[in-house]
């Protein structure tokens, strides 16, 4: 496709259950990012790949939070054992390898944990 | 670090009236900014972006800011407001060598007819 794709674009999990949530970056973008966005809030930053390395994960909230990139394309954040404060949308972007190229967003995974 | 704070989370406009959202930023190195636009249901798009070229910067839909270091700010304005600009806009930093952007909470544009 000729944009970020996130899929599914919206996930209802009841809390304590495991969820995953996948993105498929432009194809080419050597660099990913995943961010989560709370209701009223901007996003904040998670996580970042460049290719099928994790370089950053210093925004993961915690231990439950897990995401992979394994043939540097397709990303997936695992979530376990959800709770309530892990409701919020989560945006997945990539870019190109020069530093200055524009991150393209997608439409984001809204996760709603009951 | 990096940081932005946008005043006011919501700001209203009549139809053809000027948009102007503010924008602080604080960084402890040369920052670079960023202005994205999120309609509902939709990903961010970027509407411009300063990387210490030109202080007045051009970006799409009639939009422009202007870098004021002195001021630390980076405001986003648009002469006259359309009915299609009513969306949430947010303003963010990086460092020049940094890939991770710092988000403000965004400001809501409504436009009245």
């Known amino acids: 496709g000729a944009g970020v794709s996130q899929s599914p674009r919206y996930k209802v999990a009841k809390r304590g259950q495991d969820v995953a949530l996948r993105c498929d970056p432009i194809s080419g973008h050597v660099s990913l990012f995943w961010y989560q966005q709370a209701l009223g809030q901007g996003p904040e930053f998670l996580t970042y790949?460049?290719?099928?390395?994790?370089?950053?994960k210093s925004g993961l909230p915690s231990d439950r939070f897990f995401a992979e990139r394994p043939e540097g394309s397709v990303s997936t954040l695992k979530i376990q054992r959800t709770q309530q404060e892990d409701s919020a949308v989560y945006l997945c972007?990539?870019?190109?390898?020069?530093?200055?190229?524009?991150?393209?967003f997608g439409q984001g995974t809204r996760l709603t944990v009951v | 670090a990096q940081s932005v704070t946008q005043l006011g989370s919501h700001v209203s406009v009549s139809e053809g009236a000027l948009v102007l959202l503010r924008c602080n930023y604080s960084?402890?190195?040369?920052?670079?900014l960023f202005w994205y636009v999120q309609y509902p249901n939709q990903g961010l798009q970027l509407l411009l972006k300063y990387t210490s070229a030109a202080t007045l910067v051009k970006g799409i839909n009639g939009f422009e800011a202007e870098f004021k270091k002195s001021e630390t700010s980076f405001h986003l304005t648009k002469p006259s407001a359309h009915m299609s600009d009513a969306a949430e806009y947010f303003c963010a930093v990086s460092g020049p060598w940094d890939y991770k952007l710092s988000f403000g909470a965004g400001t809501t544009v409504t436009v009245r007819a």
């Open positions: 972007a990539s870019s190109g390898r020069d530093r200055d190229t524009e991150a393209f």
């Open positions: 960084s402890s190195v040369p920052p670079y």
């Open positions: 790949f460049q290719n099928e390395a994790q370089l950053d």
